[in-house]
């Protein structure tokens, strides 16, 4: 599933375009990357939101989303990343 929505960023218009996939990788893991890219008038991407979401057989949850931003040398370069644990509870 992919979405479009135009933001305004001043003099330069934005648009943030979602793309979202789903499936299981070959350790039986149900995975889900959800990304979300802002790109400027010219088709360019100037950031990206990436959280990709990891569900294993035994309950346990990893989630990483990593935040990237345009540098100088026009590449996304990682600016911040947040990598979440929750293990599931051996008791139930």
Known sequence: MSETNGASAGDDELELVEVEAEGVDEEGNI?????????????????????????????????????????????????????SVVEADEDE
């Open 31 to 83: 995975v889900a990357d959800d990304l979300v890219v802002a790109v400027d008038s010219d088709g360019t991407v100037i950031a990206a939101d990436e959280t990709i979401a990891v569900l294993t057989p035994d309950g346990d949850i990893v989630i990483d989303e990593t935040v990237s931003v345009i540098g100088d040398d026009g590449a996304l370069h990682a600016v911040g990343e947040e990598i």
